[in-house]
């Protein structure tokens, strides 16, 4: 069975850093691309960050570039984001998922398996 | 980016009743355009990949279609357990995918 666990959210004020965490299991984790998702208190979902399977290509969002870093280590099944230079705006329930989008499968991309998220509240 | 609408924001609709939400692309994503389900409190759940492919387990009232620019999630006859928010994605440009707003299916 397929699990992502998030962890390392939290209540932290603006400027101040934040590290997520999302420990995978049940699939082998270096054969997948993982993103981050998030959505703010009532309203939608918007796409943060993605990492393919071997960390050679990443994306951002506008709205987080040069502030977030996506990283991964397939040692350990794990994906991270480092979050600095929090802002108000930042504060959401970040999910993480996992893609379809891997080195056999590599036309399509799409989110099959979705954690259930960890909070970040960023406010002084 | 490649921005996504989705309309309308919100309907009302009734048990049995065909329900069509509407997703279109700034530009061109050939077929990479997918939909999620979004439960109150849960995280969305795959329903719909490659404009038009069924996920595995979703139930056979769910339909999609549509390509290029223009995109469509259909359901056939609306049950009580399909109340919920709706988004598209695309997934034309893998590591900067972008979702639509939702559009949020309330009991009439």
């Known amino acids: 069975e397929v699990q992502l666990v998030e962890s390392g959210g939290g209540l932290v004020q603006p400027g101040r850093s934040l590290r997520l965490s999302c420990a995978a299991s049940?699939?082998?984790?270096?054969?997948?691309?993982m993103h981050w998702v998030r959505q703010a208190p009532g309203k939608g979902l918007e796409w943060v960050s993605g990492?393919?399977?071997?960390?050679?290509?990443?994306g951002y969002a506008d709205s987080v570039k040069g502030r977030f870093t996506i990283s991964r280590d397939n040692a350990k099944n794990s994906l991270y984001l480092q979050m600095n230079s929090l802002r108000a705006e930042d504060t959401a329930l970040y999910y993480c998922?996992?893609?379809?989008?891997?080195?056999?499968?590599?036309?399509?991309?799409?989110?099959?398996?979705w954690g259930q998220g960890t909070l970040v509240t960023v406010s002084s | 980016d490649i921005q996504m609408t989705q309309s309308p924001s919100s309907l009302s609709a009734s048990v049995g009743d065909r329900v069509t939400i509407t997703c279109r692309a700034s530009?061109?994503?050939?077929?990479?355009l997918n939909w999620y389900q979004q439960k109150p409190g849960k995280a969305p759940k795959l329903l719909i990949y490659?404009?038009?492919s069924l996920q595995s387990g979703v139930p056979s009232r769910f339909s999609g279609s549509g390509s290029g620019t223009d995109f469509t999630l259909t359901i056939s006859s609306l049950q009580p357990e399909d109340f919920a928010t709706y988004y598209c994605?695309?997934?034309?440009?893998?590591?900067?995918?972008?979702f639509g707003g939702g559009t949020k299916v309330e009991i009439k």
């Open positions: 998922a996992k893609d379809i989008w891997s080195p056999l499968h590599n036309i399509l991309s799409y989110f099959d398996y």
């Open positions: 049940g699939f082998t984790f270096d054969d997948y691309a």
């Open positions: 990492i393919s399977w071997n960390s050679g290509s990443i």
């Open positions: 530009q061109s994503i050939s077929s990479y």
């Open positions: 490659a404009a038009s």
């Open positions: 994605q695309q997934s034309y440009s893998t590591l900067r995918s972008t």
